[in-house]
């Protein structure tokens, strides 16, 4: 009864509200672009980007920028660079991920070491801190997360096209390369706003888990979407709020619950 | 007489992959409304051609034009439906209902970042019904039968009502009964709406008893009308050798329009 009462205590609280709302919009974005990564077979680009993030995030810290700001131009640097190795044939997609979040991450480490050491606040990037979620902070994730998913929704159905056959849809005129280099700026742009709220660690299972679970419904894509982006939400603020009334890692909570839900699926998808 | 109008004409069409020659000196001419059955040996150059024709594989040579224009130069892609080879081979755990997926069929260039309008929706329930898919239209698209998946394909092809389809093979690994009925509907759409059709093909059967055109192709390509005179083992012997003799038993041609 006493957690009860936190909980609608804590609605009360700038610091919570900031939260909920950053965190919702994240939740959607990744959901969505997840779902769209799964089936591109691309789910591994999320765990290589928040990874070369993290030299982006050293490099705002040490310079004294908005880390969110330098994580998404490296971020950016990173999706283009795994698209010129892949399209100049230097290397095979995983490779190419590989490569990238491997220089990202020991730049990273090198500028720490230049710097003087690990800090706070660069842990927090890596385990994430949706709760110390600031003004400046939230404006960014809601302007660069409102337009993610509007981007998505815009360009839904040939992004879908795409994915599954990316031949017809070219031949249908569709601009397969100009959409595919938004598409991965898109992912560029969810992975650094996830970094804030989930941490560099556990940004793959955002993206991936609502994804997986409304796989195993068996609907229709649209179906498909919709639950996705639910069960995003549902984990996002249901971690938020279990990891604020028993002081326990935001981060852990979220995807401990992303995953219980996909386990609850994956049980419907045998017993159906 | 009414004039044939062209739809696809090919000249000294020469093709090449990985360095050697698959198709060569390729000259003919499609006219609208034609049914052509393209047969020959594996790595004869049927597929190569398709490609070609569609713009996909580049020719070292010849002029290709659809409906009289290059198609260095051709724009106007939604006249055109190909079926490819590899369609059917979907993921079987895509999440694609049978109607989202037809509906892919009117995504171009010309809608581009805007939403499927009603009268979208209107072709797309309208090609269901026409071959004959409606039930399955909220089913997912791994739960088909083989035979399912080919009628959903060319419905995707049909909603973007072009007026001239390729099909690469679309008859693989399904049973007789299941191929008869999808021929029928392929001779439906030739007859009922004029559309043009260019199917690759191993079934010998169906092309002489079905279609107006035979292509046959061995990196050469040679095209005949079939007509009552047409003698098939002349025609096949020179893509496939003469050491083969086809044998066509007249009453399988009367069974398929007897079943009709």
């Known amino acids: ?272 | 007489m009414q004039e044939k109008i062209p739809v696809l004409e090919v000249s000294d069409l020469h093709v090449a992959r990985s360095n050697s020659v698959v198709i060569e000196d390729a000259n003919f001419t499609i006219h609208q409304g034609d049914y052509v059955g393209i047969v020959g040996p594996n790595g004869g150059g049927k597929t190569t051609l398709l490609l070609a024709i569609l713009n996909i594989l580049p020719k070292t040579r010849g002029t290709i034009r659809l409906f009289g224009q290059d198609i260095e130069s051709f724009s106007r892609w939604e006249k055109v439906a190909y079926v490819p080879q590899h369609a059917v081979n979907f993921d079987p755990h895509f999440p694609l209902a049978v109607r989202e997926l037809v509906s892919l069929g009117r995504v171009n260039r010309g809608n581009l970042g805007r939403p499927l309008k009603r009268k979208d929706w209107e072709s797309v329930d309208e090609a269901l019904e026409f071959m004959g898919i409606s039930d399955i239209a909220n089913r997912r698209i791994g739960q088909l039968s083989g035979g399912q998946k080919q009628r959903v394909f060319v419905a995707k092809a049909l909603v973007r009502k072009p007026e001239i389809i390729l099909l690469d093979e679309p008859i693989v690994g399904v049973d007789a009964g299941t191929q008869e009925k999808f021929y029928k509907k392929l001779s439906d759409l030739n007859v009922a709406k004029g559309i043009t059709i260019m199917l690759v093909t191993h079934d010998l059967t169906a092309v002489f008893c079905r279609m107006s055109k035979v292509m046959c192709m061995n990196r050469w390509v040679n095209t005949a009308e079939i007509t009552e005179d047409l003698k098939p083992n002349e025609v096949l012997r020179k893509a496939y050798g003469e050491h083969f003799h086809f044998v066509f038993h007249e009453h399988e041609c009367k069974r398929v329009f007897e079943d009709e």
């Open chain 1, 1 to 272: 009864m006493n957690e009860l009462v936190d909980v609608f205590r804590l609605f009360g609280f700038q610091f919570f509200q900031n939260a909920l709302l950053g965190g919702t919009i994240v939740a959607l974005a990744c959901a969505w672009v997840g779902l769209f990564l799964i089936l591109r077979k691309e789910a591994m680009i999320g765990d290589g980007i928040a990874h070369t993030a993290f030299g982006g995030i050293a490099l705002g810290l040490f310079l004294g920028i908005n880390p969110i700001l330098t994580a998404l131009l490296v971020s950016i640097l990173a999706v283009l660079g795994i698209s010129y190795m892949r399209k100049r044939g230097l290397a095979q997609s995983d490779s190419a991920i590989a490569v990238m979040l491997a220089v990202g991450f020991s730049t990273g480490l090198i500028i720490i070491s230049l710097a003087g050491g690990f800090n706070v606040e660069l842990f927090s990037f890596l385990f994430g801190s949706i709760l110390t979620i600031d003004q400046t902070d939230l404006i960014i994730v809601s302007i660069l997360g409102i337009s993610t998913i509007l981007i998505l929704g815009i360009f839904y159905k040939e992004l879908l096209s795409m994915t599954f056959d990316e031949e017809d849809a070219r031949l249908m005129g569709i601009p397969v390369r100009l959409l595919s280099l938004t598409f991965n700026l898109l992912v560029a742009i969810t992975i650094v706003l996830s970094i804030k709220v989930i941490g560099v660690i556990l940004v793959v299972a955002l993206l991936v888990l609502p994804g997986l679970s409304a796989l195993q419904l068996n609907r229709s894509f649209k179906g498909t979407t919709l639950a996705a982006i639910g069960f995003g939400t549902v984990s996002m603020t249901t971690g938020i709020l279990l990891s604020a009334v028993y002081n326990v890692a935001t981060s852990g909570v979220i995807v401990f619950t992303a995953a219980g839900i996909f386990l609850f699926t994956a049980i419907y998808r045998k017993l159906e």
